[in-house]
């Protein structure tokens, strides 16, 4: 049995919300993304694992400022130096599209780090190169579509055929190295990609599209042991009760309000042959609330807004989007600066207004705007935005008095020659 740790989509120079920390300097939100990554380092210290194996995308680009490696970098060398092997996947966000690019690993293959190996081709590792672990460990590193494309030579104009030929072709490439397994020892196979069935953070099923789609019958095949999984944020087992587990552990943050109610961590996976069994360990991490209000009606306006608010003991240090729907009349209402000081603790707050417009208000057939006084147009838009009809009283009695005085007729009657 190989004790390993499994992690994936780091992402740690995302900082899209938050303020810098003064101390360090970094963003307060990369920060989150490298404490988390500090977890999965010490986890993997603490509890002595065997390999640990990241499933890919580094960072958010393909072209981290060098302070963002130089965090990396401090995090991933304790590995080695506390005698624990790793396997650095390259997954989209780690390898540019253009031929013969570096990608945002390539330090740790160009300084030949001890026990620290970047897999950045399909290959099949044996034992003698896995540091002697009784382990055989199959790669697929990301693969863009279009150099998929050219490589074997397909056309746009065969579109129709190319997924297919593509899915034949990779199929055929794995099948062979799989073909050259040991039967004795256990076998990881590790990809960044998509596999036909999962699901994003959004729901969204994944379908073939404009990258490489693994199916579901390739990564479920019995000769594996467990594959580790990287490129979709959201936790999840494809062959759950299965052998083998077919594990994407997910994002090890939240990257966005997409992810709200997505659990982060990491996998501790015991690979045996045959009988693989593995825990998902879960990050706290930053919380992030996504809260929707729709009001209808001018009544407690601010009340019903304050009250779609977290509790005030889980705002502080939290992420927080408003979204606020309502008919455009009762802007006035709306107390921003009051939201604003109630969420002050949070590190982020988006408020968000949607103000509604009333449709389109649409006159009789046999009815013409032509054949109506500006006093019956007004009553007519009064009534159509729902105004209280003792209002419409005065508004009427003061739009008649506007109108006859500019008309320079007098109130109470025609003027007198």
């Known amino acids: 049995m190989v004790k390993i740790l499994h992690f994936a989509d780091a992402h740690i120079d995302i900082s899209t919300h938050g303020k810098h920390d003064p101390e360090s300097g970094l963003p307060i939100r990369v920060l989150d993304f490298l404490k988390a990554l500090d977890t999965i380092v010490d986890t993997a210290i603490s509890?002595?694992?065997?390999?640990?194996?990241?499933?890919?995308d580094a960072y958010k680009d393909r072209t981290p400022s060098p302070?963002?490696?130089?965090?990396?970098?401090?995090?991933?060398?304790?590995?080695?130096?506390?005698?624990?092997?790793?396997?650095?996947?390259?997954?989209?966000?780690?390898?540019?599209?253009?031929?013969?690019?570096?990608?945002?690993?390539?330090?740790?293959?160009?300084?030949?780090?001890?026990?620290?190996?970047?897999l950045d081709k399909l290959e099949l590792l044996k034992p003698a190169d896995l540091w002697n672990l009784p382990l055989q460990v199959l790669s697929l590193p990301w693969v863009f579509?279009?150099?998929?494309m050219a490589n074997l030579q397909l056309s746009v104009d065969e579109n129709n055929t190319v997924n297919d030929e593509i899915e034949n072709r990779i199929s055929l490439l794995l099948d062979n190295r799989m073909n050259e397994l040991d039967s004795n020892l256990p076998t990881i196979f590790t990809a960044h990609a998509s596999v036909q069935g999962a699901v994003y953070g959004n729901e969204r099923?994944?379908?073939?599209?404009?990258?490489?789609?693994?199916?579901?019958?390739?990564v479920k095949d019995p000769r594996l042991d467990y594959v580790a999984l990287g490129h979709i944020h959201k936790h999840q087992d494809l062959n759950?009760?299965?052998?083998?587990?077919?594990?994407?552990?997910?994002?090890?943050?939240?990257?966005?309000?997409?992810?709200?109610?997505?659990?982060?961590?990491?996998?501790?996976?015991?690979?045996?042959?045959?009988?693989?069994?593995?825990?998902?360990?879960?990050?706290?991490?930053?919380?992030?609330?996504?809260?929707?209000?729709?009001?209808?009606?001018?009544?407690?306006v601010m009340d019903k807004?304050?009250?779609?608010?977290?509790?005030?003991?889980k705002i502080p240090g939290s992420i927080i989007r408003l979204t606020i729907?309502?008919?455009?009349?009762?802007?006035?209402?709306?107390?921003?600066?009051?939201?604003?000081?109630?969420?002050?603790?949070?590190?982020?707050?988006?408020?968000i207004r949607r103000p509604k417009e009333e449709a389109r208000l649409r006159l009789p057939a046999d009815q013409s705007i032509a054949s109506l006084t500006p006093l019956e147009l007004l009553d007519t838009y009064w009534k159509s935005i729902h105004t209280h009809p003792a209002e419409m009283d005065t508004l009427h009695t003061l739009a008649e008095s506007i109108i006859q005085s500019v008309a320079g007729e007098p109130q109470g009657g025609v003027a007198e020659e």
């Not at 997954?91 to 293959?109: K, V, Y």
């Not at 921003?336 to 707050?349: K, M």
């Open 67 to 118: 302070t963002f490696q130089r965090e990396w970098g401090r995090r991933i060398i304790r590995l080695p130096m506390a005698g624990i092997p790793v396997l650095l996947l390259v997954g989209n966000h780690d390898i540019s599209p253009a031929s013969g690019r570096a990608h945002t690993l390539q330090e740790f293959a160009t300084l030949q780090v001890p026990k620290v190996r970047v």
């Open 205 to 218: 099923t994944v379908m073939l599209g404009k990258d490489l789609v693994l199916p579901g019958g390739l």
């Open 240 to 300: 759950t009760g299965q052998h083998p587990p077919v594990v994407y552990p997910g994002s090890i943050e939240r990257v966005d309000f997409g992810e709200v109610a997505d659990d982060k961590g990491f996998i501790i996976a015991n690979v045996e042959k045959g009988n693989t069994t593995y825990e998902f360990r879960r990050i706290p991490g930053r919380v992030f609330f996504d809260r929707l209000v729709k009001i209808t009606d001018k009544e407690g």
């Open 325 to 351: 729907e309502y008919p455009r009349e009762l802007e006035m209402f709306i107390d921003e600066p009051a939201l604003r000081e109630r969420c002050a603790g949070a590190l982020e707050f988006h408020p």
């Open 47 to 56: 509890e002595k694992v065997d390999l640990v194996l990241f499933a890919g």
């Open 145 to 148: 579509r279009s150099t998929l």
């Open 305 to 313: 807004i304050l009250a779609a608010l977290p509790p005030e003991e």
